[in-house]
């Protein structure tokens, strides 16, 4: 995790998702700043350099492929089940840790295995944004692909996700797919737009600004990979989001729900993205 000097507080990341607070945050509003933006597209930057060559298949096209062999044997078992292997990242600028103010990166990495399913119908289902809603529900409340050139889409996501409390974000997307090869897919998705919605569902319903709101999510970043190998398909989704850093004092309270949620996230995500594709899941 990439954190603001000043806070000492537990780590974390994301799939498709937001990041909460308790009652005791509600409150207290955050105001997204510029030296924040700069340091999280520095992240960011750095993060997708290391993803070029392994998209090309350079090196390890799967993070799996990546760990010592007493590694990745654990690793594939776990992925092969319906609850998909899970690992912390952190980028670093050569061996120096990126620093964030005011915010938070949680960078995860999550794979799982879709026995008898094609590359094609794996790509197929993330591409389908207007069933989004249907296939990830409830953590996404509605979903619309806005338009299409190509490989390239943009599209609108709804997310709610509770704990403790709800909070529900307006979200718009852009996402690029690359096919380096008949048996692999891989796509980029960057948030474009990201606000929280107030009062969501009642007549008084509204956006809060742009970068404003509670600061519970900011950016969220997802980079898909697709593998067809071993009789069905490897997919796997990292995650790069940026949030609010916890307020000092209250790490104790709000730290639990900032380090768990990002990773429930994105294991719910690839499990139900398995259970869409897998007879039987």
Known sequence: M???PSQRIGPVTAG???VLSTAAFPARAAELQKKTIDAFDRYVRLTETRMDSEERGETGFLYLDRLPPSEKAAAE???R?????MARLETKD???RI???DGLVHHWVGVIFMPGATVDQAVALMQN???HAEVFAPVIVRSKLLARNGDRFRFYLRFYVKKVIGVTTDTEHEAVFGRPSADRAFSRLHSTRVA???NAGTPSERQKPVGGGRGLLWRLNTYWRFLERDGGTWVQCESVTLTRDIPMGLGWLIGPFVTEIPKESLTFTLSRARKALVKGS
Do not use: C, I, N, S
């Open 2 to 4: 990439t954190r603001a």
């Open 16 to 18: 498709l998702v937001l």
């Open 77 to 79: 078992q776990q992925a």
């Open 81 to 85: 089940g319906a609850v998909p292997f």
């Open 94 to 96: 050569g061996d120096k």
């Open 99 to 101: 620093d964030v103010p």
């Open 129 to 131: 944004y207007d069933h």
């Open 196 to 198: 929280e919605v107030e």
